[in-house]
């Protein structure tokens, strides 16, 4: 169906995710924000939900989504803008879309009420972390090869509420 309320200028919705009843979704307001959006059923037009400031550094560039996916308190969006990498929260509400982290992130998926994804630190390697959305609920799952060596965990697969990795221990 053809959504209107997207204001004026040339937007295009990505990262179209259910949530809530609703579809949301993503456009570049800038090259420094992102908006959140979502239109539901019996809506006439689709309705701004946040806006998110990004950071982009020396050089403007539009703000990069990899990913966004849904978990039953919220959404979980992992950002890229000017390849600073970081990890997002959002309920659907300004005051409830706050960033969770940062750091060097790959994929990300949801499974139930976790978002898992990989992350980088010195001190792991590539591992696999979770997030439940709250930034006390986010963390390592597992150094499967324990100090800095990468576990190369990815090619993630969902199946209901277990995600699958392949990884090197």
Do not use: C
């Amino acid at each position: 169906r053809l959504v209107p309320g997207l204001g004026e200028g040339e937007f295009t919705p990505y990262r179209l995710t259910p949530f809530r009843g609703e579809l949301f979704f993503l456009i570049d307001a800038s090259a420094v924000e992102l908006q959140l959006w979502s239109v539901g059923p019996g809506q006439a037009e689709a309705r701004r939900r946040a806006t998110i400031a990004v950071e982009v550094g020396d050089e403007p560039s539009s703000p990069l989504v990899p990913a966004m996916v849904a978990l039953d308190e919220g959404l979980v969006l992992h950002l890229s803008p000017a390849g600073e990498d970081a990890l997002w929260r959002s309920d659907g509400t300004q005051a409830g879309t706050v960033k969770l982290l940062g750091g060097y992130l790959d994929y990300l998926v949801g499974a139930g009420a976790q978002a898992f994804f990989g992350k980088y630190t010195p001190g792991t390697g590539q591992e696999i972390w979770v997030s439940d959305g709250t930034a006390a609920g986010t963390r390592l799952l597992k150094d499967i090869r324990p100090g800095p060596a990468d576990s190369n965990a990815g090619s993630p697969v969902v199946a209901g509420a277990t995600a699958f990795f392949l990884a090197d221990d």
